[in-house]
């Protein structure tokens, strides 16, 4: 008797080289302009003022790679950096910094709009959530030889543990975390129905023989005392 055993798919290993150089070249952009941000006087920081008013349109991209502080900075540093460099191994330049940099974007200008004219909005954690909305989509469409219910269970888990706050801040902007995954779902989506055909390419099964198990029912009485 024959049974199908799953063998490797798309997940298996990476797919691109330099994940780890571009993700560390992220996280060095963060440090530089932030840095330039506190300690050399360049206002960085987008706010609908300066935005939507001023039309400095560039602050859109800038305020992504800047942090209120260098606590802030670090808080997001990790994770980016592990997110990153997973996201863009196996799924390429295009899905990060690519679309990572574009969820940065909308995000700030759908947060900018619910702000008044002088608040500012500053860090990257909103494309961190793009880059776990991202992944966690993309795990449980490719994952397919792991029952749906614990994929399900997985990505359940992992959200609670890592994207859920255990309390709330009002220096926090949520609405970015929010987004910034919502985002990572729909881009995640989109970038599989584009590449289906060779995400399922790498797709490998294989029939093996079931052994059949003989078991001796003899067992001799003074087994049972040992």
Same mark, same amino acid.
């Given at each position: ?41 360049? #206002? ?9 008013? #001023? ?28 997110? &990153? ?20 974007? =909308?995000?700030? =200008? ?5 702000? #008044? ?6 860090? =990257? ?7 776990? &909305? ?11 030889? =792991? ?80």
């Amino acid at each position: 008797m024959e049974k199908k055993v799953f063998v490797k798919n798309y997940l298996s290993r990476p797919i691109y080289p330099g994940g780890m150089l571009i993700s560390f070249g992220m996280l060095a952009l963060c440090f530089l302009l932030s840095n330039l941000n506190w300690n050399y006087g360049y #206002d960085l920081i987008a706010k609908p003022s300066l935005v939507f008013a #001023d039309g400095d349109y560039w602050r859109l991209l800038s305020s992504i790679f800047v942090h209120g502080d260098l606590k802030h900075l670090l808080s997001n540093s990790l994770m980016t950096l592990v997110m &990153g460099h997973y996201v863009s191994s196996y799924f390429g330049g295009i899905a990060y910094p690519g679309l990572g940099v574009l969820a940065g974007l =909308i995000i700030n =200008i759908l947060v900018l709009m619910t702000f #008044d004219h002088e608040i500012g909005i500053v860090g =990257i954690s909103g494309v961190l959530y793009y880059l776990w &909305g991202f992944w966690l989509s993309l795990y449980v469409k490719i994952q397919t030889h =792991i029952p749906l219910a614990r994929r399900l269970m997985k990505v359940f888990i992992v959200g609670s543990f890592l994207l859920i706050p255990e309390a709330f801040e009002v220096q926090v902007s949520h609405l970015s975390h929010f987004l910034g995954f919502v985002l990572g779902v729909l881009f995640a989506i989109l970038y599989y129905w584009v590449n289906r055909r060779r995400i399922k390419s790498y797709e490998e099964w294989q029939m093996v023989k079931e052994k059949e198990v003989d078991f001796d029912y003899s067992v001799r009485e003074e087994e049972f005392y040992e």
